[in-house]
């Protein structure tokens, strides 16, 4: 299935990791099994596959320098014959092959989705393991410092927001009889409003403040929750369960990475030997992106729901977003981490805060957090993940929305690094893989 000749790769410093151009007995002779018919119905003259396309310069200036435990060992810069796919394959194997991979994906359902989120786990967390291997650590203690360390990293965040988030906690503990007065009164008076106009709804009952009322209305669809108190802690323990074989499971992939990247190297088409050309690391570098473009989407509309909120302070529009925009703006940075619910569930604080204090507040606030998340959706999220992933931003929307139809928020939530992976996997195949022609002079189907 290879034409042309093959300058010999360096021996690699393992000779259990081959590197991308190391082919073994048995695969060799699979492949001029597979060529030979390609020769045999093309003849001589067809016999010289097309050479690889090199490395583009984005791939060339974003990849690194210095090489780690899972980069190939070789490096030889001589020029590769591209794999040509025979039209046997293009008409029976492949589509027999991706109608086969849809099917095992579709029955299995919750399995590849976990299997999914414990493999970027585990690409996020490997240049970390590879640096630290450099102290000659073994691999596997290298996992383990990785992740005492990344512990240890969000406890450390974790305590050093604790003290300001804790004191405007307690500011508004501090302030909530005031709110919860002031939303009696608001409350009072809008029934008022709702009965001169002849709507009669019982918001306020006699002798009852506004929100004794609707404690009691609470408390008469408490029976209601309770029974579903089963199931909810049934769906608990299922995700409890989830998350931790989704740990273990990162960590095997973790503690086998250079293994699972041999064998990956041995699957693909071979590169140049560069890190600009090696399969895996342009995995590594996609899925790197994709985190530091997430990072600073989270803190960018973090930012700017505090900074909108301190300004609605300061102009007296929403007087307690003063107070608490630090807090406010920390708890929606960390729900645009989850797509699609997470800017509502972020925007919910805020806009509760401002109901308690006036209702034509609160109408302000929601107002803010829909330009928000307008500007969010339409401009900012593509803007980012287009640039970092170097993918479409109209794919970027419909690799969310499919995410999120298949798999719901785990599904969107990875659906952007999936995409990049994918669109890595199209650029390197692109690259070093071409179809045998279908020429029409020629008789032979096969």
């Known amino acids: 299935m290879r034409g042309g000749s093959r300058k010999r790769r360096e021996e690699p410093a393992d000779p259990a990791e081959p590197t991308s151009g190391e082919r073994s007995p048995a695969s060799s002779a699979t492949a001029a099994a597979v060529a030979s018919p390609v020769r045999a119905a093309k003849g001589p003259a067809h016999d010289a596959a097309p050479p690889a396309q090199p490395p583009g310069e984005d791939e060339r200036r974003l990849a690194p320098s210095s090489s780690d435990g899972d980069a190939p060992a070789g490096a030889s810069h001589g020029e590769l014959p591209r794999v040509v796919v025979p039209r046997w394959i293009q008409l029976v194997a492949l589509p027999l092959t991706l109608l086969a991979l849809w099917a ?61 988030i804790s004191s405007q906690v307690r500011t508004f503990t501090h302030n909530l009889p005031r709110i919860g007065h002031e939303a009696n009164k608001t409350l009072a008076s809008f029934q008022h409003e709702l009965e001169h106009h002849g709507i009669h709804l019982n918001l306020v009952k006699p002798g009852k403040t506004a929100l004794q009322s609707l404690q009691g209305k609470v408390a008469k669809d408490a029976s209601k929750l309770a029974s579903s108190f089963g199931s909810l802690l ?37 590169g140049d030997g560069t890190r600009a050309d090696d399969y895996p690391t342009l995995v590594q570098r996609a899925v790197s ?50 797509p699609y619910v997470g800017p509502l569930l972020g925007a919910l604080p805020p806009v509760a805060v401002a109901l308690l204090t006036e209702p034509i507040v609160a109408v302000w ?82």
Do not use: C
Not at 251 to 262: D, K, R, S, T, W
Not at 306 to 330: E, M
Not at 394 to 407: M, P, S, T, Y
């Open 234 to 270: 049934t769906e608990a323990a299922s995700a409890i369960f989830d998350l931790v074989l989704v740990f273990v499971l990162s960590v095997y992939m973790l503690v086998y990475g250079q293994h699972i990247g041999a064998l990956v190297r041995r699957a693909m088409p071979d």
């Open 104 to 164: 095992l994906a579709k029955a299995a359902g919750k399995v590849l989705v976990i299997f999914i989120v414990a493999a970027l786990i585990a690409l996020i967390l490997n240049p970390a393991v590879a640096l630290v291997q450099r102290g000659r650590l073994p691999r596997g203690l290298a996992v383990l410092v990785v992740y005492v360390a990344f512990f240890l990293i969000l406890v450390g965040v974790g305590v050093l927001l604790a003290n300001p």
């Open 289 to 338: 992106r994709y985190v530091g473009g997430q990072l600073l989407f989270s803190f960018l509309m973090g930012a700017s729901t505090g900074v909108s909120l301190y300004v609605f302070g300061v102009l007296g529009i929403f007087p307690d977003g003063r107070k608490y925009a630090l807090a406010f703006a920390l708890f929606y940075g960390v729900m645009e981490l989850v």
């Open 365 to 446: 606030v929601a107002l803010l957090f829909v330009g928000l998340q307008q500007l969010e959706g339409h401009v900012v999220a593509p803007q980012i993940f287009g640039h970092t992933l170097r993918i479409n931003p109209l794919l970027v929307i419909f690799a969310l929305l499919l995410g999120l139809q298949l798999h719901g928020v785990i599904g969107a939530l990875i659906a952007l690094p999936v995409l990049a992976i994918l669109r890595e996997t199209a650029v390197y195949l692109g690259r070093h893989l071409a179809f045998e022609t279908w020429d029409r002079g020629d008789g032979s189907l096969l």
